[in-house]
């Protein structure tokens, strides 16, 4: 059954609301959670807080793009794109125990690379356009098909879904579901995820 991932996002969690927010998400079963934020400056503060607060879930705290910042704090993991260094590296840094996601847009031999590489997750997106990142290229859903029959790792998608396209992309069997804006609008985290979840369980 496909499951949902979590991102923080600096427009929808600022820092003001962001650890209520994950409370939130974590009240509801949630089980991954990636801390993405595009500033500069990282707020060390609350990323510890909320990998202690994933503890107490016995849920992860992905960091995105930052190895090194996800040794020094001691996350569950890292998730980094083509400008964040490579999957041997990151895997150097944090150990065999910590999780490693990668994003591999929608190239099939990135992703295979990934997975010869030690990748615990390939990430393929966007799916849809996205809200967060307009600029994303779509990835083509025959993409999708095939990452589920070849790859033996995890697959993820990301990019747009919400509760309208979900049941588009859960015919591929995604292992993870990454959700930004739809899990924060148009009503509580807790109806929008009761709501998402529900239709993930409809479909399986």
Known sequence: M?????LS????TPEDVIVKSIHEILDNGIKFVQFRSKKKEKNEKIISELIRLCD???AYLIINDDAL???K???HGVHIGKDDGSIIKAREI???NKIIG???YDDLTLALNAQQNGASY???GAVFKSPTKKDAKICNHDVLKKAAEILKIPTCVIGGINAGNLRQILKFHPNFVAIVSALYHPRSITENLKNLQRIINEYN
């Open 2 to 6: 496909s499951e949902i991932y979590a």
């Open 102 to 104: 990668v994003s591999c």
């Open 56 to 58: 107490d879930y016995h």
């Open 69 to 71: 910042l996800a040794r």
């Open 94 to 96: 944090l150990g065999e």
């Open 122 to 124: 390939a990430a393929f």
């Open 73 to 75: 704090l001691g996350a």
């Open 9 to 12: 996002d600096d427009f929808f």
